[in-house]
């Protein structure tokens, strides 16, 4: 072998080494490659802005002037002494539970009659998820005509019953019921859905032996359906929660003013922060506002996702089904 | 479906059946149709004669006066941009990520995906003052950037497509093409991504209206000369409060784009949502 042979040989092995080495790298670092852009994002827009509201909360801080001195916990002091903060709370849950309850049951209703063996299965689906479409800003201004104070169809509707219109944008709880309104609008239909899919995860051997002995359609789905479906139910409520105490457009959108009405009936912890933050300019108390909230959704999300857990163990273990595929 | 016809689920339903389905159809039809009702009318006219059952000539003359008083057109195509932008990229970063949990393997692979699933429970949208603080800092508030960048990744998109890609995707094909000496990203490229795209669709569908009908970021960060359509819309309600038939009318315009969408995909939302059910 002459030297050239041997310096070309050697040259070509260092050559395959080295593609070797890219080649591990590749397989190695790829998966971090990929997955990165996702914890940056989350990382830079997401996390990073909900810890540094805890920053801003213990400071003086103006939206225009910008950072101040360090106060402390002044702003949580004033936030919760000043009534404002228990108001927007006890509405936020008020609208909650008003929108969340009802529209749990009666999706679950709506579930369970789309479940039936119908004739034009699609149609009926897409009937009730229509309302997904329109965004919540343009449901709470139909919904604003729908329920006007003078003119508006349903109080027209009372009065033709004869009996006293409802001050749906003076009173408490009749603006709440207004709002609730508004969400169960948009996310009845939906939630219908996702119940009909587990619904139709269900072994129908199941039924067909019940039926065998005896049962009839209201004990089956009260005695197989309902029981099955717990661990969905509890996730809509999961899910709900999150969203449910972040509502803003619907309140927002109540009026023209939108400060949650003129002595602040309707109110939400959002529209609360909003106004802190954009209206007194007080980014400081804004903060604590929000941190505050934080603190009592995740608060709920813990006690809930230990519930489920619970809850769809017992499920599991009585009786040890898995979602099939949907029809 | 099993063969057996006893009664109970495989029989066609009684008539109250479809009574009820009727009148949930009303419910979810009405009030749109009465945004039509109300902004098709003339508004004196509603003033003098009350409530009117038929739908008025003045569409077309409220939807004009709705364009002149509000940017209209541009918060169309904000909205389109916006939407189409934010689409693109949670489909792009979720398929990326759900291929690399779903697929390859790496250290901290369960405790990162966990990490994801874990983000969906916390409500981001709470950061909302120091992520105006950093909008301002970078000179974006007002500008469409400020409502792309933080959309750009959801981890709910991450989650769901690192589900669809567990079972869509046999292991067996990747470690063909990997023999053949195919780099990483190139048998992402031809088997990954084609394994994905029913996933991905179905990803930018519901990410796409979940942008478009979102307000609360955009309605802080956005001024009022460069809006998206709800953005506006609450413009139009601040400038025309007494006059229904002129907001109805603008509320009219706005819900055409995605009345539209469900038109021709409202099966494949139908789907999409009881899938995901299902998996999630």
């Given at each position: ?45 997401g ?19 910008g ?26 849950f ?26 034009g ?114 996730f ?12 803003f ?18 109110q ?34 813990v ?9 769809a ?15 | ?11 066609r ?41 038929i ?41 990326l990520?759900?291929?690399a ?19 969906m ?64 990203i ?10 994905a ?10 990410t ?73």
């Amino acid at each position: 072998m002459t030297t050239a042979a041997v310096e070309v040989n050697a040259r070509s092995i260092r050559r395959i080494a080295l593609s070797h080495k890219l080649s591990r790298w590749d397989v190695r670092f790829s998966p971090y490659l990929y997955i990165s852009p996702f914890f940056l994002v989350f990382a830079v827009m997401g996390l990073f802005p909900l810890l540094y509201t805890a920053w801003v909360s213990v400071h003086d801080w103006n939206l225009i002037g910008g950072q101040g001195d360090f106060v402390g916990l002044e702003n949580f002091v004033t936030v919760l002494t000043q009534g404002y903060f228990w108001n927007a709370l006890r509405n936020t849950f008020s609208i909650f539970l008003l929108s969340s309850i009802p529209q749990i049951i009666v999706a679950l209703g709506i579930a369970a009659v789309l479940d039936f063996n119908l004739r034009g299965k699609t149609f009926w689906r897409m009937g009730v998820l229509l309302p997904y479409v329109v965004a919540p800003v343009a449901v709470a201004l139909i919904f604003n005509d729908l329920f006007g104070d003078k003119y508006g169809l349903i109080n027209s509707a009372i009065m033709g019953m004869g009996l006293e219109p409802v001050r749906w944008h003076v009173d408490v709880i009749p603006s709440h019921l207004a709002i609730a309104t508004m969400v169960n609008f948009r996310w009845t239909g939906y939630n219908a859905l996702i119940f009909l899919a587990a619904m139709q995860a269900v072994p129908r051997d199941y039924y067909e032996a019940a039926i065998i002995d005896g049962a009839n359609r209201w004990r089956t789905f009260r005695s197989i359906t309902l029981p099955l479906l717990r661990p969905i139910v509890i996730f809509v409520i999961l899910t709900s929660t999150i969203g449910g105490l972040q509502i803003f457009d619907e309140a927002r959108m109540f009026d023209q003013a939108g400060q949650g009405g003129a002595s602040r009936q309707w109110q939400t912890l959002t529209l609360y922060i909003y106004e802190l933050g954009w209206g007194q300019r007080n980014f400081g108390r804004a903060s604590a506002v929000a941190w505050l909230l934080f603190l009592i959704i995740i608060l709920i999300a813990v006690i809930n996702f230990l519930i489920t857990r619970r809850i769809a163990g017992t499920a599991d273990r009585k009786l040890r089904v898995r979602p099939k595929g949907i029809s | 479906m099993s063969k057996t016809i006893i009664g109970g689920h495989d029989r066609r339903p009684a008539l109250w059946v479809y009574g009820v389905l009727i009148a949930v159809l009303l419910g979810s039809a009405f009030p749109i149709w009465w945004s039509y009702l109300i902004g098709s009318q003339d508004a004196s006219a509603l003033n003098q004669n009350g409530m009117m059952w038929i739908p008025g000539g003045n569409f077309i003359a409220n939807a004009a006066t709705v364009i002149d008083s509000i940017p209209f057109w541009t918060a169309l195509g904000n909205s389109i941009i916006v939407s189409s932008a934010v689409s693109l990229s949670v489909v792009m970063f979720s398929t990326l990520a759900g291929y690399a949990f779903a697929k390859l393997k790496f250290r901290g692979r369960e405790g990162l995906l966990i990490f994801v699933i874990a983000t969906m429970a916390v409500p981001t949208q709470l950061g909302v003052v120091p992520l105006f603080i950093v909008m301002a800092k970078l000179g974006w508030t007002g500008s469409l950037w400020a409502v792309i960048a933080p959309a750009m990744v959801t981890a709910f998109g991450v989650f769901w497509m690192t589900q669809y890609l567990r079972d869509a995707l046999p292991d067996e094909l990747i470690e063909a093409v990997r023999m053949d000496g195919a780099s990483m990203i190139l048998s992402f490229w031809h088997i990954g991504l084609p394994a994905a795209r029913p996933a991905a669709a179905m990803l930018a569908l519901f990410t796409f209206i979940g942008t478009w009908t979102n307000f609360f970021w955009p309605f802080i960060v956005l001024g009022p000369g460069n809006p998206t359509l709800p953005v506006a819309l609450q413009q139009l309600q601040a400038a025309f409060y007494v006059d229904y038939s002129l907001v109805l009318a603008g509320v009219v315009l706005s819900i055409i784009p995605l009345i539209l969408v469900f038109i021709f995909l409202g099966k494949q939302l139908v789907a999409g949502i009881m899938q995901g059910a299902v998996k999630g």
